[in-house]
């Protein structure tokens, strides 16, 4: 069982972003509830949280709507950095909205606040030569040469047999430009939602100045980047199973406790073989190896019992007892 008083940031993922789905849901208290629940009982045990959360559900609806603006009133899609503050501001009006109502029942004396938060990253990050992230809207070959006369920066790839999509890139954080804002606001007592997506991706102009890149961050490494930029205890990152297990052989061994070092071990040996895992587990070595003291990776509805009770793998900077817990 953690300490109460750390600060630990948690990444939201689909579990949260998807409320943004159903605006009347999420505000009749259909879905989502267990989640906020969640995070309502950790504020009350006397955490201080940041929350990351997924825009990815609201991204998709907004570029879906600039898409038929496009097709049916010629208009120019918006550029991505600002569907991604669309997503932020949307997306974190509603969360803050409900989380704030729950704290209100519950007499949890702790104001919620969302923050549009912003990232830089670096011009020359190669992956701005190797877009490879898919966005937006399927399209047939035919609508090729109109879409690279309209957006000429564009890069258009093949997505399986679905048709054609857009390619961005996925830069790695930087420098968190509100970090003040965001220590100041957790100095008050406020519970945090912000980085939303990952941050808003900018870069700085030779004069100092910042100007937004279309691209999309990884929010893992942006939870990362952000945990380590305010001294944070703890990290919790959601994954569909209860626990991290490792592939190879017969057996896939379920990872309860753990130490940097032996992760650090089973990444050199390919033990990830999925790639939205192994992003994950880079993602809490980083804040680990930036002063970190636990990862905790486990599925969102345990998120409370991972905190209280142990539940889902837990990764330690320091030594702790390390081994599989089981078989599967």
């Known amino acids: 069982m953690n300490s109460p008083g750390k600060l630990a940031i948690i990444v939201a993922g689909q579990y949260l972003g998807s409320l943004c789905g159903d605006c009347k849901n999420i505000k009749n208290g259909v879905v989502g509830d267990a989640a906020m629940q969640n995070i309502a009982a950790l504020v009350g045990e006397g955490y201080r949280l940041v929350i990351l959360h997924e825009s990815t559900p609201f991204l998709g609806m907004n570029m879906l709507w600039l898409e038929l603006a496009r097709v049916s009133l010629g208009l120019r899609h918006m550029p991505l950095d600002s569907c991604q503050a669309a997503a932020q501001g949307c997306v974190g009006y509603l969360l803050q909205q409900y989380l704030?109502?729950?704290f209100i029942d519950k007499g949890i004396s702790s104001d919620v606040v969302s923050v549009v938060t912003q990232m830089r990253v670096d011009a020359d990050d190669p992956s701005f030569s190797y877009p490879s992230r898919f966005v937006g809207e399927f399209y047939t070959e035919d609508q090729l040469p109109e879409l690279q006369?309209?957006?000429?920066?564009?890069?258009?790839c093949q997505d399986g047999s679905l048709g054609w999509r857009r390619l961005v890139a996925t830069p790695m954080p930087k420098e968190i430009i509100?970090?003040?804002v965001l220590e100041h606001l957790l100095a008050q007592g406020c519970t945090l939602l912000g980085l939303g997506g990952g941050g808003i991706p900018v870069i700085r102009t030779v004069d100092g100045r910042l100007s937004g890149v279309e691209a999309l961050l990884p929010v893992a490494a942006s939870a990362s980047f952000l945990g380590c930029a305010l001294g944070a205890d703890l990290l919790f990152i959601p994954i569909s199973e209860k626990s991290l297990s490792l592939s190879g052989g017969?057996?896939?061994d379920i990872l309860g406790s753990v130490s940097l070092a032996q992760l650090e071990e089973y990444v050199e040996e390919?033990?990830?073989e999925k790639k939205e895992?192994?992003?994950k587990v880079l993602a809490a070595i980083d804040f680990l190896h930036g002063g970190g003291k636990e990862v905790i990776f486990a599925s969102?509805?345990?998120l409370y019992e991972a905190f209280e009770d142990g539940a889902g793998t837990h990764v330690y900077r320091e030594h702790a007892e390390v081994g599989a817990i089981g078989s599967s």
């Not at 006369?149 to 258009?156: G, R």
């Open 270 to 272: 390919g033990r990830f």
């Open 250 to 252: 017969v057996q896939h």
């Open 300 to 302: 969102p509805e345990s």
């Open 149 to 156: 006369a309209m957006y000429p920066d564009w890069t258009l």
């Open 277 to 279: 895992i192994r992003h």
């Open 178 to 180: 509100e970090v003040a």
């Open 100 to 102: 704030q109502n729950i």
